[in-house]
């Protein structure tokens, strides 16, 4: 079946540093990645998707491009603020609009101040 | 500012107690998902509607839990008989019917089975 892996539970960083989250999948067909951020208390928001090899999502400050060759769509941001903090949830969907979504595991972001 | 808005926000039952929460979708969007985001928050996809009919649903789905999604009324979970296991935040996402969407979420209904 589909799968998503983000490696990193939980990332700590200085305010304006910069941050990745690694996001690698695994999907039979050609998939849809997207990137959700969750706020405590809140449900996940959607920050970008993007649907073919090479497209590159944007949002917020933050940047991810779908790489088909690596399987991968790392999300990264160039200077972290203090708002960033959340956790941040890499998703594919791969049969269509009726299909659910594949969630990786999350990755709590704390930045800390400098 | 999520224009899919679930009630209540937080449900607390006892053990074999019924819990019905409800969703109504952002306006225009025939495609209605239920997650289940556990403690972990591990998501896990339970049923997906098309206006009023089921499109897919997971095993447990059709044995405590019920959904519907009538015509002209806000779309609702039931669980017959809650478990302790059933605590978890309760995650309606619509989206519109064609393919690469984004579903949108609602916050979430908090549901604690003491």
């Known amino acids: 079946g589909d799968s998503v892996t983000q490696t990193e539970g939980q990332v700590a960083l200085s305010e304006e540093d910069f941050l990745t989250i690694h996001c690698n999948y695994s999907a039979s067909g050609y998939p849809t990645l997207f990137w959700y951020v969750q706020y405590p208390g809140e449900g996940p928001q959607l920050l970008f998707r993007?649907?073919?090899?090479?497209e590159k999502g944007s949002s917020r400050g933050f940047e991810a491009t779908y790489d088909k060759g690596t399987t991968s769509f790392h999300l990264r941001k160039a200077s972290v603020q203090e708002s960033d903090s959340a956790v941040y949830y890499c998703a594919l969907s791969d049969r269509g609009f009726a299909s659910a979504l594949t969630f990786g595991s999350g990755t709590k972001v704390i930045p800390c101040l400098p | 500012n999520s224009k899919v808005i679930q009630t209540p926000r937080y449900l607390v039952k006892g053990q074999g107690q019924k819990a019905k929460m409800r969703c109504i979708p952002e306006?225009?969007?025939?495609?209605v998902f239920w997650y289940q985001q556990n403690k972990n928050n591990e998501f896990k996809f339970l049923i997906n509607?098309?206006?009023?009919?089921?499109?897919?649903q997971i095993d447990m789905t059709e044995k405590r839990f019920s959904a519907e999604c009538p015509s002209n009324s806000p779309c609702s979970l039931e669980i017959q008989s809650s478990e302790a296991g059933d605590s978890a935040l309760y995650l309606c996402a619509s989206s519109l019917n064609y393919n690469n969407q984004a579903p949108l979420f609602g916050e979430g209904t908090r549901l604690s089975v003491l």
């Open positions: 306006k225009g969007h025939p495609v």
């Open positions: 509607f098309q206006n009023q009919e089921v499109l897919q």
């Open positions: 993007a649907s073919r090899d090479k």
